[in-house]
């Protein structure tokens, strides 16, 4: 499990950096205006799609009824389930694709209500209109709405290449096998970053929706379909719902609800970004909640993914004693990596934007402080990661769903709250707020149900990491300082002055840390640096 955590978090990490090269290519393409925001909100259902099903509730239904067919024997029966649930969701995949190639252009009005005008389909202005998300009379934006339209009609084929591909990875999870699933989000991402290189010579600004079409094709059906048949993988043709699909089912149904109570999240403040700030406000959203969750993405999601198999595993065994001690070393080691990640992102937030996105002075400081209070929910974001699929390794579904109830309710009225005074910070605030109160209730609650999980070791070493982040933070201040002050009469300019400002204080913030953690006897630094001792040791 180790090795499989430290093999996840570094995919994971390659998956965030060409994310966030992607976000950089269509920042100095195409800056933040019109075309940004078509794209970014032509992501919106799609991406709600893809999150619905194939990024979270299809392998979480998939993983454990798979794992315990194979732990019992019963490898005929593993993979005929596998079959049934690939050609009933290709089925499903292709009448949404379908559907939203026919909607596009109704969904473009309602995922930006600023666009939206006397010229919009009636049932979307009448739904604009009650919730008071536009004004009789509005003139509307066509051009942006048709570039909208024509990206969307591409992401969503490119959606039955997601969802096929989300069974395949959940496969490949379920045998210990982590690489090839996550070069997928690689793979996608190369793929958009060229297309927005290329655009201006190609079809102009919908040549993104021809890259991630291109991308998820690639990346996400067509490896994993080698990956898996490589590894013994059957696709028989079976159409019937056996006992195994309708328990994938039964499971991944609550999963699905739960995954779309939190979505919502993310959902109502792209709308409430773009009525706050509808030049510009969606985009400002996007960069900061790029950046935000790169460390929770890269430690917490990849150590909760290598985990979730074994958990499951020790679940399917009634091996409780493990079940516990493997979740705990999951959540003290999500803290001691995402802690110091928080401190630096905070510290290091105005350089970063500037070396990432080429931005006006004005939205680049709109990023930072967007940024800043996103950054308060990266630890509870890796913990959620970890306690949500403790519950799902556990077959239970329905808690993390009503939890996941509360916290975003109280994300949609911190938002609506705090974006009118604070714009596009605020709902950054609401945001952090939804995500400490998703962590802290599903952690309780686990703890009720399962006992035993360490609580007491954990919380002493949170406080033992707290004097080695404060040196970090201080010595990471101090150290930017002193590079600005350095660089302030060598004239370099251009990204070599704004990578200088972010890596090297970086470098001495971290070098800090890691000597404080030491001479402190931290055994998370002892855990982590033996967990890559022996991934790297055994290649040698």
Same mark, same amino acid.
């Given at each position: 499990m180790a090795n499989a955590a430290i093999l996840m978090m570094f995919a994971t990490l390659m998956s965030a950096v060409t994310g966030l090269l992607r976000e950089s290519a269509i920042s100095y393409r195409f800056g933040s205006g019109h075309v940004t925001d078509a794209f970014y909100n032509a992501l919106t259902i799609p991406d709600f799609l893809y999150f619905l099903v194939a990024g979270g509730a299809l392998r979480t239904g998939?993983?454990?009824?798979?794992?315990?067919?194979?732990?019992?024997?019963?490898?005929?029966?593993?993979? #005929?389930?596998? &079959? /049934?649930?690939?050609?009933?969701l290709a089925m499903v995949s292709a009448v949404l694709a379908g559907a939203g190639i026919l909607l596009a252009e109704p969904l473009a009005h309602l995922v930006n209500p600023s666009w939206a005008g006397e010229s919009s389909p009636p049932v979307v202005r009448a739904i604009l209109l009650s919730l008071g998300l536009m004004e009789p009379g509005q003139v509307g934006a066509p051009?942006?709405?048709? !570039?909208? @339209? =024509?990206?969307?009609?591409? !992401?969503?084929? /490119?959606?039955?290449?997601?969802?096929?591909?989300?069974?395949?990875?959940?496969?490949?999870?379920?045998?210990?096998?982590f690489l090839w699933p996550a070069m997928g989000p690689i793979i996608y991402n190369l793929a958009i970053i060229a297309a927005a290189l290329v655009a201006p010579w190609v079809l102009g600004p919908s040549t993104l929706g021809w890259g991630a079409l291109i991308g998820a094709a690639v990346g996400n059906f067509a490896v994993q379909m080698l990956a898996l048949r490589a590894r013994g993988g059957r696709l028989m043709l079976a159409f019937s719902i056996t006992p195994g699909v309708r328990r994938v089912i039964l499971l991944a149904l609550p999963v699905m609800l739960g995954l779309a109570i939190a979505e919502i999240n993310f959902v109502v403040t792209k709308v409430l970004a773009n009525s706050v700030d509808p030049e510009g406000g969606v985009s400002i959203l996007n960069w900061g909640n790029r950046l935000w969750k790169l460390p929770s993405r890269v430690i917490g999601a990849g150590i909760a993914i290598a985990l979730f198999p074994a958990l499951a595993e020790h679940y399917a065994r009634g091996a409780s004693e493990q079940f516990r001690k493997d979740f705990s070393f999951g959540i003290r080691n999500v803290v001691f990596l995402t802690l110091p990640a928080t401190v630096l992102i905070m510290v290091l937030a105005e350089p970063s934007v500037n070396l990432l996105f080429a931005l006006d002075p004005e939205t680049a400081r709109a990023v930072v402080v967007t940024l800043l209070w996103? &950054?308060?929910?990266?630890?509870?974001?890796?913990?959620?990661?970890?306690?949500? #699929?403790?519950?799902?390794?556990?077959?239970?579904?329905?808690?993390? =769903?009503w939890i996941g109830a509360i916290s975003v309710t109280a994300c949609v009225v911190a938002a609506v709250l705090l974006s009118r005074p604070y714009n596009v910070a605020g709902l950054a605030m609401a945001t952090s707020i939804s995500g400490i109160i998703n962590a802290a209730l599903l952690l309780v609650m686990l703890q009720v149900r399962v006992g035993g999980l360490g609580g007491r070791e954990i919380a #002493? &070493?949170?406080?033992?990491?707290?004097?080695?982040? @404060?040196?970090?933070? =201080?010595?990471?201040?101090?150290? !930017?300082?002193?590079? #600005?002050? @350095?660089?302030?009469?060598?004239?370099?300019?251009?990204?070599?002055?704004?990578?200088?400002?972010?890596?090297?204080?970086?470098?001495?913030?971290?070098?800090?840390?890691?000597?404080?953690?030491?001479?402190?006897?931290l055994r998370e630094l002892e855990s982590a640096w033996r967990m890559v001792a022996r991934r790297f040791g055994r290649r040698r």
């Open positions: 998939f993983v454990p009824v798979f794992t315990e067919l194979m732990a019992n024997g019963k490898t005929e029966r593993a993979w #005929r389930t596998f &079959s /049934a649930l690939f050609w009933l051009e942006p709405v048709q !570039l909208c @339209a =024509v990206i969307m009609r591409l !992401l969503f084929p /490119a959606q039955v290449f997601f969802l096929l591909g989300g069974l395949l990875m959940g496969a490949l999870n379920a045998e210990k096998h996103f &950054s308060a929910g990266i630890v509870p974001l890796g913990l959620v990661y970890v306690a949500a #699929r403790a519950f799902y390794a556990r077959h239970d579904m329905m808690t993390p =769903v #002493r &070493s949170l406080l033992r990491m707290i004097p080695a982040n @404060a040196v970090m933070g =201080v010595i990471t201040w101090g150290a !930017l300082w002193a590079t #600005r002050r @350095a660089l302030a009469d060598q004239a370099i300019g251009g990204g070599l002055e704004e990578l200088l400002l972010v890596v090297a204080p970086m470098a001495f913030g971290a070098l800090a840390f890691m000597g404080v953690a030491r001479a402190m006897h």
